[in-house]
């Protein structure tokens, strides 16, 4: 490895008393096959310092006073001489390519100032996972950093004209630095696993600086705002229906599942849809519907619990929300009434929540649906042992403890019956000796998920609360046998003629988190011991089960569709328009 004087990227490595990760995290940046790099050590004030051993000669070391993680990255880009930079931190490490992809990806577009692959997470020894994926979005990147230093290259030019990282910052300066940048250049997303992070209890600060949040998140929301244009009914006709589209695209989430699904099937009922906002990357299949905004005095269709309905500057806006307990939050429901003309939820259950808890403005059912070629029904094979299974982010809202215990309970070792979990994030509580007992995390898209789901004989989603619960009318489409929690929604789509209504009794929630939400009010509590005897009717009776999981499926694909409910959400767009 030879030294350059003016090498084409500069890596970045910052690190702070962490002499055996630093070392790990060195050694991969060195590998890399690019050799016209030259490698920065930034030792943020290490006691005792960070003294470089058998490095070779592109590794320069500086040396910053304990100034916190932002006045680490601007030495760091100070000292580059590079064109592009890149960062590994210490706790973190390059993966085999992970320069090559990248670096050759700003070569090939001139046009993009910062690329970002994904991540795998290795937690407490678990098998390696990747919790998330996410293209570049303008709104998201205000409301959470889901882009990681470690895992991205961008143009140093692009860095120092957006003003560099604010030195002042001990945390929240990479998040700060992407708003900055986005102003100005293009982000885009790869998803290609690039980095490996390895999850340490000081990986996250138990006491972040906080205070540069709403300065940071308020400059990002000013500089989006524009003024509310009138509605122009030329827009909305018998010939012509245009509808502006802001929704989550992701296709490892809920809300990213139904935003794809719903946009596709509304625009196959003849609308004309543009996705805002303008200068998003496109998720690959929906390059068409990002185009130029040339009239906001369209209607609008608002999916996103990242951004208000207000921030949407439409004149008439169709908002679909939902939400898991009986409280809805009060700004959720301010902004409801302030900016949406009508407000869609995906079950009748929600109605009442959203009335009770002060909505004003027209509310109406717009159920979900499934996408049939993708969940086709499956001709399970007769097997001895009996599956049960469920997948989703399994926090506390989705009664994962509530299933592990019905089962523990009904069944002993000598039954042949086995549990499956998958997560997207890591569950402690399901890590089990229990060789009946699996669990796998990280995403999964659709093709994923159903070869999951034909490893199982019955799903089981004993869910505190749900706005819908996707994930158990996609296993009722599979043709499997389905216990469901019969509240919220669930109680929408289940019927004791295919699928089995899981008891369930209202308690109070007082603050309980779920997916980084608190809720409040009630939401369901599931009947273990009901769930114990579906389980064990299930089991003792395999064959009726699968007849039951036919049935299911047959009535999903003729009555729960994404057609019905695009046909549904025109009809009311027609009465949003006519008003």
């Known amino acids: 490895m030879h030294d350059t004087a003016s090498p084409k990227t500069t890596a970045i490595v910052c690190t702070r008393d962490r002499p055996h990760t630093l070392r790990r995290a060195l050694a991969s940046v060195v590998q890399e096959s690019l050799s016209d790099v030259e490698i920065v050590v930034v030792d943020d004030g290490s006691d005792p310092p960070v003294a470089l051993e058998d490095t070779d000669n592109r590794v320069r070391l500086i040396r910053i006073a304990g100034s916190g993680a932002g006045a680490a990255r601007a030495a760091g880009v100070d000292a580059a001489r590079g064109a592009y930079v890149a960062f590994c931190d210490d706790d973190d490490e390059w993966l085999s390519g992970h320069l090559e992809t990248l670096v050759t990806f700003l070569d090939q577009n001139p046009d993009i100032d910062l690329v970002y692959g994904d991540a795998e997470w290795l937690v407490d020894g678990q098998a390696p996972f990747v919790p998330y994926s996410f293209d570049f979005d303008i709104h998201l990147i205000g409301d959470t950093n889901y882009i990681h230093p470690s895992d991205l290259v961008v143009r140093v030019d692009a860095v120092r004209s ?336 295919d699928s089995l209504p899981l008891s369930c009794r209202l308690v109070r929630v007082d603050g309980a988190w779920a997916h980084q939400t608190q809720f409040f009010g009630q939401w369901a509590e599931p009947d273990v011991e009901h769930l114990q005897a579906l389980m064990r009717w299930l089991y003792e009776h395999p064959a009726e089960a699968a007849d039951m999981g036919r049935r299911a499926s047959l009535r999903v694909h003729t009555e729960w569709t994404w057609q019905r409910a695009a046909r549904r959400l025109v009809n009311l767009l027609d009465g949003v328009a006519a008003q």
């Open 162 to 497: 957006a003003g560099g990282f604010d030195p002042t910052l001990r945390s929240l300066e990479d998040w700060d630095l992407w708003i900055r940048l986005s102003v100005n250049s293009r982000l885009w997303h790869l998803p290609v696993v690039v980095t490996r992070r390895h999850w340490l209890e000081s990986s996250v600060s138990t006491d972040p600086d906080w205070a540069p949040f709403d300065r940071i998140s308020g400059s990002h929301r000013s500089r989006l705002a524009r003024p509310i244009t009138p509605f122009d009914r030329e827009s909305w006709h018998e010939g012509r229906r245009r509808l502006l589209w802001r929704s989550i695209l992701r296709p490892y989430e809920g809300y990213g599942v139904v935003g794809r699904a719903l946009l596709r099937a509304v625009a196959d009922e003849g609308v004309e849809i543009t996705v805002v906002p303008e200068g998003n990357q496109s998720p690959a299949g929906f390059e068409q519907f990002h185009q130029p905004v040339d009239n906001w005095g369209c209607l609008a269709f608002h999916y996103t619990y990242f951004e208000p309905v207000e921030s949407l500057a439409c004149d008439r806006v169709v908002a679909y929300t939902m939400w898991e307990s009986t409280e809805v939050p009060d700004e959720t429901i301010e902004d409801l009434n302030r900016a949406s003309t009508l407000v869609c939820v995906p079950c009748a259950q929600n109605v009442e929540m959203f009335r009770e808890s002060g909505l004003r403005v027209p509310i109406a059912v717009l159920p979900h649906g499934v996408d049939t070629k993708r969940f086709p029904l499956i001709e399970r094979p007769a097997r001895e042992t009996f599956t049960f299974g469920t997948f989703g982010d399994l926090t506390v809202r989705k009664g994962y403890d509530v299933l592990l215990k019905a089962f523990i309970n009904e069944f002993r070792h000598e039954d042949d019956v086995r549990l499956m979990f998958k997560s997207v994030g890591f569950v402690p509580d399901l890590v089990s000796n229990d060789p009946r007992i699996s669990m796998a995390n990280g995403r999964a898209d659709d093709d994923e998920i159903v070869g999951f789901l034909s490893h199982l004989d019955a799903f089981v989603l004993p869910s505190r609360g749900e706005g819908f619960g996707l994930c158990g009318i996609e296993a009722m489409a599979t043709g499997l046998p389905t216990v469901a929690t019969n509240w919220g929604g669930p109680a929408d789509y289940l019927d004791p003629v």
